[in-house]
């Protein structure tokens, strides 16, 4: 009965920054790789930044500076920075871990229901 749900979205302007959290809940016995994806409407969805149990993050081009995925495992959360907002940055976007419950001994991947980023002057 693992859950992700996420907060911090909203309207901001261009140019403007949010933080999105994402907080797993549940009968968690670990948590491993954690990341963002969004989608546009007509879009396909796409990963925005992952980061890995020991810290490594990866980003699409299209965020690279300005955006930082972070995570703190004492809470079970993990964070996405977002600044110098765009536009084309307006997209719903889904929290997604792989987590291990506990007495299962197997991972699952885990979404969340997602949350609402609108970019628009």
């Known amino acids: 009965q693992v859950q992700l749900v996420e907060s911090g979205g909203g309207l901001v302007q261009p140019g403007g920054s949010l933080r999105l959290s994402c907080a797993a809940s549940?009968?968690?016995?670990?948590?491993?790789?954690m990341g963002w994806y969004r989608q546009a409407p007509g879009k396909q969805r796409e990963l925005v930044a992952l980061i890995s149990s020991g810290g490594s993050t990866n980003y699409r081009d299209s965020v690279k500076g300005r955006f930082t995925i972070s995570r703190d495992n004492a809470k079970n959360t993990v964070y996405l920075q977002m600044n110098s907002l765009k536009p084309e940055d307006t997209a719903v976007y889904y929290c997604n871990a792989d987590i291990a419950p506990r007495h299962n001994g197997n991972s699952y991947n885990y979404w969340g229901q997602g949350t609402q980023v609108t970019v628009s002057s």
């Open positions: 549940g009968s968690i016995f670990s948590i491993y790789a």
